[in-house]
């Protein structure tokens, strides 16, 4: 019923940015918080940054200072623009977003495939 894509991956050398893209599709009556989680080979899936509805952002640690998110809500995308990128970084990212439909008034958690970012040192 919903998908969500991300797009904007790819190889980067150490310093540089990338800026990910996730567009969400589907039977979508509207999109609370969305967010960026990235996995490391053999770890877990941790949290990179959200943005609820109202525009209030959250920042892991890790990340902040160097990574900001942000939403197009006509568009359903959320995007992370991320500088100063460092070989720590290297993960796939995930899209997420909690999403109401129109069939009920419960909102639910979708995921991207994952898109993988290498930073190379």
């Known amino acids: 019923q919903v998908q969500l894509v991300e797009s904007g991956g790819g190889l980067v050398q150490a310093g540089g940015s990338l800026r990910l893209s996730c567009a969400a599709s589907?039977?979508?009556?509207?999109?609370?918080?969305m967010g960026w989680y990235r996995q490391a080979p053999g770890g877990q899936r941790e949290l990179v940054a959200r943005i609820a509805d109202d525009g209030v952002t959250n920042y892991a640690e890790s990340g902040e200072g160097r990574f900001t998110i942000s939403r197009d809500n006509a568009k359903n995308t959320v995007y992370l623009q991320m500088n100063s990128l460092k070989p720590e970084d290297t993960a796939v990212y995930f899209c997420?977003?909690?999403?109401?439909?129109?069939?009920?008034?419960?909102?639910?958690?979708?995921w991207g495939q994952g898109t993988q970012v290498t930073v190379s040192s």
């Open positions: 589907g039977s979508i009556f509207k999109i609370n918080a």
């Open positions: 997420n977003a909690e999403i109401i439909g129109y069939i009920s008034s419960w909102p639910f958690d979708s």
